[in-house]
């Protein structure tokens, strides 16, 4: 069966792609094929012309921007000195990770599809746009998409004669893990851990952690000051940040695994290794060197994660209870989706709440497994809000600590933004700075039209006080569209940006959509403005930015700015979205959402 060979591919910004490749990965063990997953880049491309089959699973990140351990294949295929037949033999299949809320919905993947169809790749089925905004998550698409792959490759290299595939129920782990001797130092911390896999991470210390928004405020937002000299970076870009777990988090981890009667016994300072068990699937830097338990679990393993499906696959697999298995098999099924949601999704139920859930399956968690029914705590981004010449050496951040309810007594709570409200002056942690995906004008007489309600203010402070620091704000070329609930309570930055407005050094329009009666909310100020705004928009040289929450906001704003353009400038509907596409094609019109 040595034949029967597949390469998977992925392209992952934040990690969910190099996740769901690997599970792509797992699913063609059972079908007996074999082929590594690696990122794009670790691959030696010029060898892609002799792949039978390649699986990409790739994101899309800013406007349309592919993810970084893509970008050298990506630049490699664009070449065009590449023949036309170039992938002739070569069958391929491209699962796209997106976001709807974003105009570029799954741009790379779209991309990726079509440059390998015109240098004659054969595509195995259509490609496949998963959505984070559906209901059930990329899952909605994902599993009916893989089913199609599966069907597809199976016809073309059936399984050899008296072989069968192995029966969904059987759980492959990445790894074996083995257990070694406890811990001598218990101190519980491990550096390796506290570091960003990005080349450009250095050490940050909190110069200070104060809310910005009044107490009586419902949502609790914090500007923190980090410092760290000689740190460079420009407006636009954000900063990485990878939070450890709580420790009541960490706790009830432990409390679970001590229910546990099946051996081993795990402790907090139960000392493991993580050992290669197929050669395709290596075990990541990060965990060649024997780790303790406590460690993973305050580290390395996302605990506040909500239950992905496959997590009740694996549980399925394990559990002696026939009604848990039936429960679990339920749950794991395209038939039992909408329970799913009810269960997990819609409350945010997370694994640990999950493992309490089903105490038998918890009893026979071993340790691979735990390694697949936790995933790595993924590293978060957030729009810099200082300039790196008017807050020299220093990092500025605006973050919404996210705390919620659903019909679960205990509060969700967002896992980075709690973790930044818990720091206290003096403490230091990593950071890392990435390119951003806004890329502001470098004209001196571009009209920048930004609009940020919320803590999507954040990058735009960080232009207009660069602009300022070095002398080129002006009103006529800055116009800052800000909103909030309320003028006294979540007016971020609001000393500062009337000082600018009464300066002339920017023209500012707010809207308080709590503040009277009737909500007012940025679109309508855009609105209400529109003749006043449009001898700047009508001129080629206008750019607009929009930055803030994805739910209804960037929409309205677009359609705010069409109706200007249709009211003011003659454009009818038709022709003011084909000039829209084509500003967010050029750059001129840029979104920076998040749900």
Known sequence: MNERKILILYGSQTGTAQELAERVWRDSKRYFFNGPVMAMDEYPIKQLINEPMVVFVCSTTGQGDQPDNMKKFWRFLLRKSLPSNSLQNSKFAVLGLGDSSYVKFNFVAKKLHRRLVSLGGVPLCDVGLADEQHDLGADAVVDPW?????????????????????????????????????????????????????????SASVLSNERTTTPDHFQDVRGIKLHSPGVEYKPGDVAIIRPHNFDSSVDRLMELLAERTSPPKLTRHSRIQVVQRDSDMPVPELLREPVTIEVCAKQYWDLNAVARRYV?????????????????????????????????NRPRRTILEVLADFPHALDNVSLPFLFEIFQPIR??????????????????????????????????????????????????????????????????????????????????????????ATGKANEHLYHLFFGCRNREKDFHFREELEMMGSSNKLSLYTAFSRDQPEKIYVQHVISAQGEALWKYLSNEDSYIFVAGNSNNMPEAVRDAFKSIYCQCGGYSSDQAEELFCKMEMSGRYQTETWA
């Open 312 to 344: 009740f696959s694996l549980l399925a697999s394990i559990t002696p209870d026939e009604l848990e298995k039936e429960k679990l098999n339920e749950l794991s099924s395209a038939a039992g989706q909408e329970d799913l949601y009810n269960y997990c």
């Open 379 to 468: 590293p978060r981004a957030f729009s810099i809000a200082s300039s790196p010449t008017a807050h020299k050496d220093e990092i500025h951040l605006l973050v919404a600590v996210v705390k919620y309810q659903t019909r679960i007594v205990a509060p969700r709570l967002g896992l980075c933004s709690n973790y930044l409200a818990a720091l206290n002056t003096g403490d230091r942690i990593p950071v890392s700075i990435k390119k951003g995906s806004f890329v502001f004008p470098t004209s001196q007489n571009a009209k920048i039209f930004m609009i940020g309600p919320g803590t999507g203010i954040a990058p735009f402070r960080s232009f207009i006080a660069e602009s300022v």
């Open 146 to 202: 893989l089913e199609s792959l599966w069907k597809t490759l199976l016809l073309l290299h059936p399984l050899p004669r008296g072989v069968e595939a192995l029966h969904s129920s059987i759980i492959l782990p990445r790894w074996n893990v083995e257990i070694l001797e406890d811990v001598a130092d218990k101190s519980g911390k491990d550096e390796r851990f506290s570091w960003n896999t990005l080349e450009s991470t250095f």
